[in-house]
């Protein structure tokens, strides 16, 4: 059983930074892919960027690209949300999740196909 818990979350002014920290207990090698989500209320879960333990590969979404950045501890089994010029439309609750496999060119910004998921933590950007 995989174990999620982010951290990091909080209330900022639009342009700042944050960066979010999930570690990651109970999985026992690097056949997982971690991803980031977030969530505003009455919206759908959206794919916000993840990482291939295996390959190393990373991808983003389109909203995301250039402004966050993924990066990991592999010792500590923690992956990092840097997000920077943060914009009001980032607000939302951030996710992080897991899902056994590697990957192998498909999507992996579907969030009906991750297992586990942490509890989330609130980004809220003012403008």
């Known amino acids: 059983q995989v174990k999620l818990v982010e951290s990091g979350g909080g209330q900022v002014q639009a342009g700042a930074s944050l960066r979010l920290t999930c570690i990651a207990s109970?999985?026992?090698?690097?056949?997982?892919?971690q991803a980031w989500f977030r969530q505003d209320p009455g919206k759908e879960r959206e794919y916000v960027g993840g990482i291939s333990w295996n390959s190393g590969t990373i991808i983003y979404s389109d909203s995301v690209e250039g402004r966050f950045t993924i990066s990991v501890d592999e010792v500590k089994k923690t992956v990092y949300l840097q997000m920077n010029s943060l914009k009001p439309e980032d607000t939302a609750v951030y996710y992080c999740?897991?899902?056994?496999?590697?990957?192998?060119?498909?999507?992996?910004?579907?969030?009906?196909?991750?297992?586990?998921w942490g509890q989330g933590t609130q980004v809220t950007v003012s403008s």
């Open positions: 109970g999985r026992t090698d690097n056949n997982y892919i």
């Open positions: 999740a897991a899902r056994m496999g590697s990957y192998d060119g498909g999507s992996i910004a579907i969030a009906d196909e991750y297992e586990y």
